[in-house]
């Protein structure tokens, strides 16, 4: 059963900073897209940052400049470095992987930004 599981999330001042981590296990061939998502309080899940398997990457304006997203194909893990961190950041974070055409999500952790 392929799972994914997130950590790193937390609460931090405004300006600071956290790396969120996704790590992907099961019987994994092999996986496309990964990316982060987030969900704020009263609001619609909306996407954060995606990175394909070839390292191809794309933003929400919203994070451009703040935030990085990174993945390390060999153990199956994918990074969200946040920097500048604002508190209308402040949501749960979902790791998403597009696995062998099966979309996975996580169970989410949880940023709050304190101004």
């Known amino acids: 059963q392929v799972q994914l599981v997130e950590s790193g999330g937390g609460l931090v001042q405004a300006g600071g900073s956290l790396r969120l981590s996704c790590a992907a296990s099961?019987?994994?061939?092999?996986?496309?897209?990964m990316g982060w998502y987030r969900q704020a309080p009263g609001k619609q899940r909306e996407l954060v940052a995606t990175i394909t398997s070839s390292g191809s990457t794309n933003y929400a304006e919203s994070v451009k400049g703040r935030f990085t997203i990174s993945r390390d194909n060999a153990k199956k893990m994918v990074y969200l470095q946040m920097n500048s961190l604002k508190p209308e950041d402040t949501a749960v974070y979902y790791c998403?992987?597009?696995?062998?055409?099966?979309?996975?999500w996580g169970q989410g952790t949880q940023v709050t930004v304190s101004s």
């Open positions: 099961g019987i994994i061939v092999r996986i496309n897209t």
């Open positions: 998403n992987a597009d696995i062998m055409n099966w979309n996975y």
